[in-house]
T-cell receptor, first 112, second 114 residues
Framework: QQQVRQSPQSLTVWEGETAILNCSYEDSTFDYFPWYWQFPRESPALLIAIRPVSNKKEDGRFTIFFNKREKKLSLHITDSQPGDSATYFCAASNYNQGKLIFGQGTKLSIKP | DPKIIQKPKYLVAVTGSEKILICEQYLGHNAMYWYRQSAKKPLEFMFSYSYQKLMDNQTASSRFQPQSSKKNHLDLQITALKPDDSATYFC?????????????FGPGTRLTVL
């Protein structure tokens, strides 16, 4: 059972454009959603995270939009840079869990 | 200096053999985890430990056995290796188990089973 789903599988945008990565989940007990990014041959690293006390979390060019009713969230990357090219993973957890449930990832490529 | 050390970086094993993957963290964290990443199942949770106590086990097979000899160590023993076990195994740690604690990932051990 795939509890966290991401779309698209891969995405290519031009430098300077906004990239939108989507994520949905099934378990309504999830209340913590970190996004990790992973560069080739490296380990995943935390990029930004949101808890549903808010519908939006912003950190520089990266913004998470959260819709609790629809169990969906999205990561917006504005003014995309070639250095943003990586695989982005949406994950889910809750206060009483140690484990992170990851989606399948979105491979983002930024064309200069 | 690396804060999470995984050894070895690369590992090649034959089917049926046994290997131990080493993980040490020097972040002063109380919780440690193992995840597995392969082409078939990216970033799959395996185990979590808190203060050397097993908290969660999502691995159906008993061939995978975590071992915590010290608070900052969490090794992974894999017995009767199969080609399907080929993956990169990531150790991770966080300040606490749960409580929205950020998990930091080690560099990984890439295992290939022939």
């Amino acid at each position: 059972q795939q509890q966290v789903r991401q779309s698209p599988q891969s995405l290519t945008v031009w430098e300077g454009e906004t990239a939108i990565l989507n994520c949905s989940y099934e378990d309504s007990t999830f209340d913590y959603f970190p996004w990790y990014w992973q560069f080739p041959r490296e380990s995943p690293a935390l990029l930004i995270a949101i808890r549903p006390v808010s519908n939006k979390k912003e950190d520089g060019r990266f913004t998470i939009f959260f819709n609790k009713r629809e169990k969906k969230l999205s990561l917006h990357i504005t003014d995309s840079q070639p250095g943003d090219s990586a695989t982005y993973f949406c994950a889910a957890s809750n206060y009483n869990q140690g484990k992170l449930i990851f989606g399948q990832g979105t491979k983002l490529s930024i064309k200069p | 200096d690396p804060k999470i050390i995984q050894k070895p970086k690369y590992l090649v094993a034959v089917t049926g053999s046994e290997k131990i993957l080493i993980c040490e963290q020097y972040l002063g964290h109380n919780a440690m985890y193992w995840y597995r990443q392969s082409a078939k199942k990216p970033l799959e949770f395996m185990f979590s430990y808190s203060y050397q106590k097993l908290m969660d086990n999502q691995t159906a097979s008993s061939r995978f056995q975590p071992q915590s000899s010290k608070k900052n160590h969490l090794d992974l023993q894999i017995t009767a290796l199969k080609p399907d076990d080929s993956a990169t195994y990531f150790c991770a740690s966080s300040q606490n188990w749960g409580y929205y604690a950020e998990q930091f990932f080690g560099p990984g051990t890439r295992l290939t089973v022939l």
